[in-house]
């Protein structure tokens, strides 16, 4: 006869030893991003930002804004749709422009900052569109002849170009 009541505490005991993890992990995400000012953030990032600037040609502004817009500088952020680390590439994106993980800071900025040249190659210099592209693709901007009115991407160009221009 098997003993299901050693089973199920256990895996009360389980449940209850998890839960406290996501709690403590949760915590200090929270006191990370709190504790962590985006300029203390950007200092940390800030050579990275201004060598993929040069490399790609792209405001280094504008890169930081894309930054603080999509993981608010943690590079180990990865979103409900799988993007990851701090310019929150795609795994299939971040491939196809050299990035073998997106987890170490330098290959993600310089990563996502190709991509947001090509973005804006594509788009003729346009920055909403390109950055439209950037969150929702440029087979959606392309659809819709601009930016999609998806509420999240509206939403996303929105902040980036808020956060651009308060930094200029």
Do not use: C, H, W
């Amino acid at each position: 006869m098997i003993d299901t009541s050693f089973n199920t505490n256990m895996q009360l005991m389980m449940m209850n030893l998890l839960m406290k993890l996501l709690e403590n992990q949760s915590e200090e995400s929270q006191d990370n991003s709190s504790s962590t000012t985006n300029s203390d953030s950007n200092n940390v990032f800030s050579d990275l930002i201004k060598q993929a600037s040069e490399k790609y040609g792209v405001d280094e502004k504008l890169i930081n804004s894309v930054m603080q817009a999509e993981s608010n500088f943690n590079s180990t952020a990865v979103s409900s749709s799988g993007a990851q680390g701090l310019m929150q590439l795609m795994p299939a994106t971040a491939a196809g422009l050299g990035v073998t993980n997106s987890f170490d800071p330098a290959q993600n900025i310089y990563g996502g900052t190709l991509y947001l040249k090509q973005m804006l190659n594509r788009y003729d210099g346009d920055v909403e569109k390109a950055l439209a592209a950037y969150n929702a693709g440029p087979g959606a901007v392309n659809k819709y002849d601009g930016i999609p009115p998806y509420q999240e991407t509206l939403s996303y160009v929105s902040k980036v170009i808020g956060l651009y221009k308060s930094q200029n």
